[in-house]
């Protein structure tokens, strides 16, 4: 009599249970019938209670965001376009929703009391509900969040995130639509340069490929940094300084520093060094009057000369033991 008694009781249990599967079952249904045509879904307080109510057997990804323009958020603006590029394709790479999966944007303006209640003081945050019942249930109800603090993520970066905490199941693959605006320009502006290249090579190759063109660019990046320019940029020395008697000094003394105007000066002598011997070794040789190329042998020696007897007074205000010099200086 007793077993009569407890079997309306079992019936009741297992109809309670049936009813509860069937409903979460057409709950995730429901929902993602809805999501194939528009993703991520639109939530509000309600929808936002009946998707994460448990029992749940279905993961869901929300984004709790503030669109609207009088709060100001331009990190909400930022992410979301990267967050409807997650949504759409992982839906439609999941159309059959084998991975049990719904993304959803919750706004603040749809949604004050889902914010007051988990006490948000910003936006935008995502928080990862998983399953409650189910093969890959968890025992942990509280979802797991993620926060943008000062930058908005990529979809890939999101992606990431959500598929390592998401469990066991498909990982649809995240496809970004070819943007044909950019390929398009980018082709144009491809043809444009090989049009003008194409039009303006019988007047710029020779310049290219002239030798003394780049024997000169070469000479004068060869005397910009063996002069220092490089030492100025990275040690930020000033152009010039006092010299205590009311002038100015041009030259700092010691190794460890110089002047900026120190610097053009070491450089201008090496460069009328480097040309007078550039004259002397290819110029002068080639000189058919020998009256004319002996003077000229003469006038560059004595620029020469001058020129290293200037360099050398210079290296002993550098170094005040070196023991050596040339006249004039």
Same mark, same amino acid.
């Given at each position: 009599m007793k077993y009569l008694r407890a079997i309306p009781i079992l019936? !009741? !249990?297992?109809?309670c249970a049936t009813a509860a599967k069937k409903s979460t079952t057409d709950v995730f249904k429901d929902y993602h019938s809805l999501s194939i045509s528009s993703t991520p879904l639109k939530l509000d307080d309600g929808i936002y209670e009946e998707l994460t109510a448990t029992?749940?057997?279905?993961?869901?990804v929300v984004l709790l965001t503030a669109l609207q323009p009088q709060f100001g958020c331009q990190l909400c603006r930022d992410i979301q376009p990267e967050w409807d590029l997650l949504a759409r394709s992982w839906i439609k790479g999941d159309k059959s929703g084998q991975s049990r999966v719904l993304y959803g944007t919750l706004d603040f303006a749809n949604g004050k009391s889902t914010f007051q209640k988990l006490m948000l003081q910003s936006?935008?945050?995502?928080l990862l509900f998983n399953p409650t019942v189910g093969p890959h249930a968890t025992l942990d109800n509280q979802p797991i969040r993620l926060e943008f603090k000062t930058s908005a993520q990529s979809?890939?970066?999101i992606y990431g995130w959500v598929s390592r905490h998401l469990p066991e199941g498909p990982r649809p693959p995240l496809v970004r639509p070819v943007n044909y605006v950019r390929l398009v320009s980018?082709?144009?502006m491809l !043809?444009?340069?090989?049009? !003008?290249?194409?039009?303006?090579s019988p007047y710029i190759l020779p310049v290219i490929q002239n030798r003394n063109l780049w024997a000169a660019i070469s000479l004068i990046m060869i005397l910009l940094f063996t002069s220092g320019h490089m030492f100025n940029h990275i040690r930020k020395v000033p152009y010039v300084a006092g010299n205590?008697?009311?002038?100015?000094s041009y030259f700092a003394g010691g190794f460890q520093t110089q002047f900026g105007l120190e610097t053009q000066i070491v450089a201008a002598m090496y460069g009328v060094l480097s040309f007078a011997t550039i004259a002397l070794a290819l110029r002068v040789p080639r000189m058919t009057d020998p009256r004319k190329q002996q003077v000229a042998v003469v006038v560059w020696s004595a620029i020469m000369l001058g020129m290293y007897s200037f360099l050398m007074s210079v290296f002993r205000i550098k170094n005040g033991s070196y023991p050596f010099w040339l006249p004039p200086f």
């Open positions: 019936a !009741l !249990l297992a109809s029992p749940r057997n279905h993961s869901l936006a935008p945050i995502l979809a890939e970066q980018i082709t144009t !043809l444009g340069a090989l049009t !003008l290249f194409s039009v303006a205590g008697k009311n002038g100015i």
